[in-house]
């Protein structure tokens, strides 16, 4: 780069200075902070334009000196163009960037294009990459879809390996809970206690939030609707028979796949990816005996108590609202309550709530292990684990309530 | 090129390295040895302004280091790229989209530049013709080097690497060494290497530091030769790899 020009037969008069470019080039310079450079017409034979280019070539101005070279070039009429590198300051991988792009726009308008005094440093990079053979090859573009037979096989194929999953996921996990319950002495319960604080205490507060909420809301719908007929009492009914049977369960168990769930498939992905899945087995340590057990019962057991908290919260949110803007006191709404709920609608969510609860910590689990590759994969199966979850909730959901009415009528 | 002064940090109450000064000189190679748990790591992390030393400060090319993300740090993380121990590629990306990244967001260059300067150094650090792979179906060393390729995509006047040879085998380790060398050499480009591979410090570092797990400072300074040779039977252990 520091190398000296090598002898050109150039002189002062033969410089004349290319207007337009040697602007550009000018202004670019002062805005770049002392990094400049400058595009001048050395010399211009019969059949040669002779450019020099001087200065700093970087990174932050390598833009401009394209455009300022190319400015210049398109400005002339001949077509064989030759640019002296020999007054180049620094020149980073950036400058090779520019020339072979410069070489690739030339070729393009029809001009021949070649590089003189090229210090030794310059001239190395451009034999790394070839210069004079420098092929175009789009190596940035996306990878290609593949048609439309081969993501059909591709999809079926991943269905069905998918399906082998669960069902294997399914078997091995009820072995291991099955050897854990049978013999409990062998079980890892160390875990078992956090895991039930961070899925079910830890939990509280947002349960207790929305379900409050939820009771209002249910409060304030009904009381629009019943407050024409005279029939205020009836949000008491409303309200209670709603949280207790379907939306205590249904909305603890949202929660509990939101953070529970996703937070396994994360962990266990991560664990997957960092090979400790693959440490525990060669540990002898059945990896689904370790990690899915504890998870699977921790939260079967924490979303029946989530889900009677948020059924006490849900009923007291609707008495504030039947209180404040139906004229009902709070006695007169819990007699009601106490008239209408039975214990086995509180049962009913609350079995329903121990199936989500295993539901969601198996999707959790089986997201996680099977996770392939990297970040990207492990962010997927966090996010399959919620979308999952809340898609199985809602079928297991619509199973009971089929399962509930026909046992009533036998 | 890149001056600590009188560096003391740890975590929490813990001091890990205390009042550690040195200076690395433009274009020279510089390697931080020490045993494991001498505070390499944590060195390394509070000279790139990964971690707040709890006194003293870096300055690199005369800025001064603040942590990563505070107001000024832009101005010296521009100058410097950073070789991870894992290689740090994005998985979800291919190999020259790892490489284009610290371009596409650092600079304004039209998205043919870009591509060219890819190839480039791709070409120069061995992987042309990989560009379209996902690191997952690379090679550790293949990886590693991809990694230096997205390292040197700015043209970094400082480049850092923690532990380069971790977990390479003998031969693609050398040949890690050969290209830090070339880079030291074409572009000029200075150095910093945590190591504790003494094959790898023998063979490129100009001058080595080394830290020690109970001192928390640096017991020895000087050139490889220099260390291996050591009155320190610290120091001479080290290289002679004699077990404490």
């Known amino acids: 780069?520091?190398?000296?020009?090598?002898?050109?037969?150039?002189?002062?008069?033969?410089?004349?200075?290319?207007?337009?470019?040697?602007?550009?080039?000018?202004?670019?310079?002062?805005?770049?902070?002392?990094?400049?450079?400058?595009?001048?017409?050395?010399?211009?034979?019969?059949?040669?334009?002779?450019?020099?280019?001087?200065?700093?070539?970087?990174?932050?101005?390598?833009?401009?000196?394209?455009?300022?070279?190319?400015?210049?070039?398109?400005?002339?009429?001949?077509?064989?163009?030759?640019?002296?590198?020999?007054?180049?300051?620094?020149?980073?991988?950036?400058?090779?960037?520019?020339?072979?792009?410069?070489?690739?726009?030339?070729?393009?308008?029809?001009?021949?294009?070649?590089?003189?005094?090229?210090?030794?440093?310059?001239?190395?990079?451009?034999?790394?990459?070839?210069?004079?053979?420098?092929?175009?090859?789009?190596?940035?573009?996306?990878?290609?879809?593949?048609?439309?037979?081969?993501?059909?096989?591709?999809?079926?194929?991943?269905?069905?390996?998918?399906?082998?999953?669960?069902?294997?996921?399914?078997?091995?996990?009820?072995?291991?809970?099955?050897?854990?319950?049978?013999?409990?002495?062998?079980?890892?319960?160390?875990?078992?206690?956090?895991?039930?604080?961070?899925?079910?205490?830890?939990?509280?507060?947002?349960?207790?939030?929305?379900?409050?909420?939820?009771?209002?809301?249910?409060?304030?719908?009904?009381?629009?609707?019943?407050?024409?007929?005279?029939?205020?009492?009836?949000?008491?009914?409303?309200?209670?028979?709603?949280?207790?049977?379907?939306?205590?369960?249904?909305?603890?168990?949202?929660?509990?796949?939101?953070?529970?769930?996703?937070?396994?498939?994360?962990?266990i992905g991560t664990m997957r990816v960092t090979e400790e899945i693959d440490a525990l087995s060669v540990m002898a340590i059945d990896p689904i005996r370790y990690l899915v057990t504890p998870r699977v019962l921790a939260v079967a057991l924490v979303c029946p108590c989530l889900t009677l908290f948020a059924d006490i919260v849900g009923v007291a949110g609707g008495c504030i609202v039947a209180a404040s803007s139906l004229d009902l006191t709070p006695t007169t709404y819990f007699n009601q309550v106490q008239k209408i709920l039975e214990v086995s609608d509180v049962l009913k969510g609350l079995t329903k709530s121990f199936a989500y609860g295993v539901e969601v910590a198996m999707i959790g689990c089986l997201r996680g292990f099977q996770v392939r590759g990297g970040a990207e994969s492990v962010g997927s199966a966090a996010t399959s684990a919620v979308v999952t979850s809340v898609f199985v909730i809602v079928v297991t959901d619509a199973i009971f309530s089929m399962l509930f009415h026909y046992v009533r009528l036998l | 090129m890149v001056s600590a002064k009188r560096i003391t940090a740890g975590y929490g109450d813990a001091v890990v390295v205390s009042d550690v000064s040195f200076d690395v000189h433009e274009s020279e190679i510089f390697a931080i040895l020490g045993r494991s748990g001498c505070g390499k790591t944590t060195l390394f992390k509070v000279l790139m302004g990964l971690v707040e030393p709890t006194s003293g400060e870096v300055f690199l090319d005369g800025d001064h280091v603040v942590l990563v993300g505070d107001s000024g740090s832009e101005r010296f993380l521009r100058k410097i790229g950073v070789l991870f121990q894992s290689g740090a590629l994005f998985s979800s990306m291919t190999i020259a989209e790892n490489v284009a990244l610290p371009l596409r967001q650092q600079t304004s260059l039209p998205e043919g530049t870009i591509e060219h300067i890819v190839r480039l150094k791709l070409t120069q650090v061995g992987l042309a013709g990989f560009e379209s792979h996902l690191p997952a179906e690379l090679s550790g060393g293949m990886q590693k080097r991809a990694a230096l390729a997205r390292a040197m995509a700015l043209d970094p006047k400082i480049l850092f690497f923690d532990e380069p040879s971790a977990g390479l085998d003998p031969v693609t380790s050398a040949q890690l060494d050969r290209l830090i060398l070339e880079i030291n050499k074409s572009l000029g480009t200075t150095v910093v290497i945590v190591t504790h591979e003494l094959a790898s410090v023998l063979t490129v570092a100009d001058r080595v530091i080394m830290l020690d797990r109970d001192e928390r400072t640096i017991i020895a300074q000087g050139s490889p030769a220099e260390l291996a040779s050591s009155d320190d039977a610290r120091v001479r252990d080290f290289f002679t790899r004699a077990p404490a």
């Open chain 1, 1 to 267: 780069m520091d190398e000296a020009p090598e002898t050109s037969t150039r002189s002062d008069d033969d410089r004349s200075t290319i207007g337009a470019a040697e602007e550009t080039a000018s202004r670019e310079a002062s805005a770049s902070s002392g990094s400049g450079f400058e595009v001048k017409l050395l010399n211009k034979s019969f059949d040669e334009l002779h450019f020099g280019l001087s200065g700093v070539v970087r990174m932050e101005n390598a833009r401009q000196v394209l455009d300022a070279i190319i400015e210049a070039i398109a400005a002339e009429p001949l077509r064989n163009v030759a640019l002296d590198l020999g007054e180049v300051e620094y020149f980073d991988s950036s400058g090779v960037a520019v020339l072979i792009e410069v070489r690739q726009k030339c070729h393009v308008m029809g001009n021949r294009f070649r590089v003189v005094h090229p210090g030794p440093e310059i001239q190395r990079l451009l034999d790394l990459v070839d210069f004079e053979h420098y092929a175009p090859a789009c190596v940035l573009v996306p990878r290609g879809e593949p048609g439309v037979l081969v993501q059909v096989g591709e999809g079926t194929e991943k269905v069905l390996t998918t399906g082998r999953d669960i069902l294997t996921f399914i078997g091995a996990s009820v072995v291991a809970m099955a050897k854990d319950l049978s013999s409990p002495r062998t079980a890892r319960w160390d875990g078992f206690w956090r895991l039930m604080e961070r899925a079910g205490t830890d939990a509280v507060p947002i349960v207790t939030a929305l379900s409050f909420l939820m009771g209002a809301i249910l409060a304030f719908q009904a009381a629009i609707q019943l407050r024409k007929f005279g029939a205020n009492i009836f949000v008491a009914d409303l309200v209670s028979v709603s949280i207790c049977v379907e939306m205590g369960p249904l909305l603890t168990a949202i929660i509990i796949a939101g953070r529970s769930g996703a937070a396994f498939a994360a962990h």
